[in-house]
């Protein structure tokens, strides 16, 4: 349970007859460990689609990071960069300097104590088939992790952040949602400007082996959708 | 003489801007370059973002010789194309480096552009924008892309019944008109039929210097408001710009059953017409229309006490353009209840109409205009108010205060209002997608989008 709002911590106790509240918070319950076994399936599918789709997703172990906040941090840093058109970035490859992906979404999250999952979802561009942007991907991917992720791309990601940590507009709105993220994935909370602090602090090697996770071994489930038609 | 008056006003009106303008207060100014527009100044710690909403009259979607998705295609084309000398990755670019963003919608009657940024970067991102609106590039490669995710998008919404339903509702309250081809995109492989040469000719036609609300609101004083204003439209043709499109909706009384063997869910509508939102009393409408819809409301009560079900309906508005604005009662039902949940819902709506039973009027009243007092605080979110205020001829004064407005509405009010504006339960619309011809005795029976035209 969430209470946000323009209320004290004594208005909340009093509406729950004190008996909520003033315990230490509980640390969260770990999901369970992730197996070690290496899985890759790749498989094609018919589905109600409109046009070619690849869904690519990949489980893997996460690298230390640190304390909670580091490591959102260093996966947050990476998730931007990722998804901008900054070189390292999937969106110039992909999606402008060659039409491969007209659009697409990328999703990185930590999973319980040690996981870390990589989503791509993408549509196609005409012509192309989900097979040869999953061989892009890959490319793309194994590149930026054998070359670094830029130094200029880390700190660009690193700037563009910090006017929303430091947005009061919208402050109370990002505040409420990192807390329901947070306990929505068993995580301890952490606060606000933890995260900033931690965003401030965050070193290219910790993005960088966040990075090199996500093309090393992991559970790797990758499925080419086409029109049923087709 | 009438010189000198015209810039004693000017004069007067800018330094009332700069200097006496109230935090959060609405005023009418004119840019050095004759352009009116609204500005509300936020002059608050901790914002710094600016937001220009500019609104441009436009018949395009009125005429059956324009193609119906360039106005879609055109919208997206313009932001994605990048610069002369800008590539469409480095543009997105320096938008990225500053937090700043925009974007064009089309609507049928209007097109609607929002231009947010921070005060630091004004000067890097309004010349740029000004830019992308009047020399766009349109490379063709980027307008095909965009038309072919277009055509992706319609095909895939098209498969829902939902979707099919509200396309026949369309066409009966249309027939044939062209806007018909706006609301729906009935021809969706048509969609890749869009050139480079139709989306210059629709933004030569309704980009222009005539707009028909500008609005800019945030962290700027009224004289850089008025010269952001200038830069951002100085590029364009001057001028006339087209009339806004005006529609002939027919909402006549009409049972209609979509035959669609395949599909796996029976959905219906119930639909009829509100007054344009340029009558007023548009507030009055939407706390009905949530009392109505509210989960604990009529609507929900009735579904689960008398048909045992708990069916998500939705009640709610919409413009189809500023002439024809809708009111729907709309969701899923199981097949072999439809007639139990067509009589029930269209009971409780006329029962409600003639007399809303609201036991939490002031609760539910004042929990929207809370919500509307957070909501309007936001840069961009009074842009778009006072915009539509200033379309709807409403006092644009007010648009910062909507939830004082929302609070002084009386239960009487809304029981006026109910009972003048809003259609008789037996004056709606019905409508019904469903994979059973035989579901609901007496409708006319359609088993083509097209046909709904016909039913009488």
Excluded at chain 2, 189 to 194: E, L, P, R, S
Aim: glycine letters at 8%; aromatic letters at 6%.
């Amino acid at each position: 349970m969430v209470i946000w709002g323009n209320l004290t911590v004594a208005q909340v106790k009093q509406a729950f007859g004190g008996g909520y509240l003033g315990q230490e918070p509980q640390s969260a319950t770990p999901l369970p460990d992730l197996p070690d076994a290496t899985i890759n399936d790749v498989s094609q599918v018919a589905a109600a689609v409109a046009t070619p789709m690849l869904l690519y997703q990949k489980l893997v172990r996460r690298p230390e990071c640190g304390s909670p906040a580091a490591c959102q941090a260093a996966i947050g840093i990476l998730y931007d960069a990722l998804t901008s058109t900054l070189s390292g970035g999937l969106a110039g490859p992909l999606r402008f300097d060659a039409f491969l992906a007209r659009s697409f979404e990328v999703y990185l999250f930590d999973i319980g104590e040690d996981g870390l999952l990589f989503q791509f979802y993408a549509n196609t561009d005409t012509g192309v088939t989900p097979q040869a942007l999953h061989n892009a991907l890959d490319d793309v991917l194994a590149k930026t992790a054998q070359n670094g992720l830029p130094n200029e791309t880390f700190q660009k990601v690193k700037e563009r952040a910090l006017p929303d940590f430091n947005d009061r507009e919208n402050e109370q709105i990002a505040v409420r949602d990192m807390l329901i993220d947070q306990i929505s994935n068993r995580r301890t909370p952490y606060d606000r400007n933890a995260l900033k602090d931690a965003w401030q602090q965050v070193q290219p090697d910790a993005v960088q082996s966040v990075l090199q996770a996500i093309v090393g071994d992991g559970r790797t489930v990758v499925r080419y959708v086409n029109p049923i038609s087709q | 003489m009438k010189f000198v008056k015209a810039v004693l006003i000017c004069g007067l009106l800018s330094a009332c801007g700069e200097d006496d303008t109230g935090n959060r207060e609405v005023i009418a100014l004119t840019s050095p370059d004759g352009h009116s527009f609204q500005f509300m100044p936020i002059i608050e710690d901790g914002v710094s973002d600016i937001t220009v909403t500019i609104a441009w009259a436009t018949d395009w979607s009125y005429d059956a010789a324009n193609h119906p998705a360039v106005p879609f295609v055109g919208a997206e084309a313009i932001l994605s194309g990048g610069t002369s000398t800008l590539k469409p990755q480095a543009l997105l670019e320096v938008f990225d480096d500053a937090n700043a963003g925009g974007h064009l919608s089309a609507g049928a009657d209007y097109i609607y552009g929002e231009l947010g940024f921070p005060r630091e970067y004004t000067d890097k991102i309004v010349p740029l924008a000004a830019e992308m609106l009047a020399k766009p590039q349109l490379d063709p490669a980027w307008v095909s892309r965009i038309a072919a995710g277009l055509m992706a998008n319609q095909e895939q919404s098209k498969a829902q019944s939902a979707t099919q339903m509200w396309m026949a509702a369309r066409v009966a309250i249309f027939d044939d008109a062209p806007i018909l081809g706006y609301l729906s995109l009935p021809d969706t492989k048509g969609i890749a039929d869009v050139t480079r040469d139709m989306v210059f000719e629709w933004h030569r036609q309704t980009l222009t210097q005539d707009t028909a609300a500008i609005v800019v609101t945030g962290a700027i004083n009224a004289a850089d408001a008025g010269r952001v204003v200038d830069t951002l439209l100085g590029q364009l043709p001057q001028g006339p710009a087209r009339p806004a499109g005006v529609s002939a909706p027919n909402f006549a009384q009409r049972t209609i059953l979509l035959h669609l063997p395949d599909a796996e869910k029976t959905t219906i509508g119930l639909i009829g017409q509100l007054p344009p939102t340029r009558e007023g009393n548009d507030l009055v409408d939407l706390l009905a229309v949530r009392i109505l819809g509210n989960s604990d409301g009529p609507l929900f009560d009735a579904v689960r006490s008398e048909l045992r079900a708990s069916y998500g309906l939705q009640a709610g508005y919409a413009n189809f353009d500023r002439s024809a604005r809708v009111l729907f009662i709309t969701g899923e039902v199981e097949g072999e209840k439809l007639v139990a949940a067509r009589d029930v819902i269209l009971q409780t709506y006329a029962d409600f109409r003639q007399d809303p039973q609201i036991g939490d009027f002031e609760k539910l009243r004042d929990g929207l205009a809370d919500g509307t007092d957070d909501n309007v605080k936001y840069v961009n979110v009074a842009a778009q108010t006072i915009r539509e205020f200033l379309l709807d001829g409403q006092d644009v004064k007010m648009a910062p205060k909507l939830g004082d407005v929302i609070r002084q509405i009386t239960i009487d009010d809304v029981q006026m209002r109910l009972r003048s504006a809003f259609p008789k339960a037996d004056d709606l619309i019905v409508i019904v997608a469903s994979p059973d011809a035989d579901a609901l005795p007496g409708a006319c029976v359609i088993t083509q989008i097209l046909q709904a035209a016909t039913c009488p």
